[in-house]
């Protein structure tokens, strides 16, 4: 299964993207979770936002209020609304897709995912 974003940018303090993830030849309705991570230079990859195979979401403090994770099961698209952005947003993001159960339970554990897309830079400048 092939993952591709698109979205990225380089955007002011306050402003707002839409990251998008379109999985190719796989139906996105069967996928146990889906994640966007996030990778700051220096850091590990660590979730914002995830949903499951029931619309369930989660999100990271630093995120919450601001982000929308959001699935369309017909475009095979995952979606990440970024409002209100800030310079700690930073980073490149990844969407992540796994089939099947994860061994951490969860869908918030970068190495329970076996499929990755191959990233979008975010950058916000104050």
């Known amino acids: 299964e092939k993952l591709v974003e698109s979205g990225g940018g380089s955007v002011q303090v306050g402003e707002s993207l839409t990251l998008s993830c379109v999985v190719v030849s796989a139906p996105t309705s069967t996928t146990s979770c889906m994640a966007w991570f996030r990778q700051a230079p220096g850091k590990e990859r660590e979730a914002v936002a995830t949903i499951d195979i029931y619309g369930k979401t989660t999100y990271d403090d630093t995120v919450k209020g601001r982000f929308t994770i959001s699935k369309d099961n017909w475009r095979a698209t995952l979606l990440l609304q970024m409002e209100s952005l800030k310079p700690e947003d930073t980073g490149m993001y990844f969407c992540?897709?796994?089939?099947?159960?994860?061994?951490?339970?969860?869908?918030?554990?970068?190495?329970?995912?076996?499929?990755w897309g191959q990233g979008t830079q975010v950058t916000v400048s104050s």
């Open positions: 992540a897709a796994h089939w099947g159960a994860t061994a951490s339970k969860t869908c918030y554990t970068a190495s329970d995912y076996g499929n």
